[in-house]
């Protein structure tokens, strides 16, 4: 399985992983699915979905809207069935889950950008896009 890490250590804040993921995603909303929020010693710290091994999001999302893909152990949303109840977001241990700020129906979380490979091997765009390698795709 793969995973995003992230080196804090390297991150200097530009945003530049935040903007990829709005590119990739070309939402109506304009809403990233990561953020880097600054943490209480100043510096900042990206936050992406960890893909838990027992996603919290999963276990209370009473329609099936979270799931755990077992092929590639992404927790993946399903739109089409979502309730907007946010029970996947007061549940999340990390406060990383979000709604979209126009409707407040889409639950704004990352999906490792699946939708750019075919084999769901690709590196997501932030990835990709960042300019101080601060956030790699790695195998774990």
Same mark, same amino acid.
């Given at each position: ?21 709005v590119?990739?995603?070309e ?5 990233a ?28 999302? $009473? ?23 946010? $029970? ?19 639950? $704004? ?30 195998e774990?």
């Amino acid at each position: 399985m793969y995973r995003i890490k992230i080196d804090r250590s390297k991150c200097i804040g530009c945003l530049t992983c935040v903007t990829a993921c709005v590119v990739s995603h070309e939402t109506d909303s304009g809403d990233a699915r990561n953020r880097v929020v600054i943490d209480s010693e100043t510096k900042p710290a990206p936050i992406f979905c960890r893909h838990c091994e027992r996603p919290e999001c999963v276990y209370t999302c $009473m329609t099936g809207a979270m799931s755990k893909n077992p092929e590639t152990g992404y927790v993946e949303y399903h739109k089409e069935r979502c309730a907007s109840c946010y $029970m996947c977001i007061m549940s999340c241990p990390f406060g990383i889950l979000k709604s979209d700020s126009h409707e407040h129906k889409e639950i $704004m979380k990352c999906n490792m950008c699946v939708h750019r490979s075919r084999d769901h091997k690709g590196a997501p765009m932030c990835v990709e896009k960042c300019p101080m390698q601060a956030i790699t795709f790695e195998e774990v």
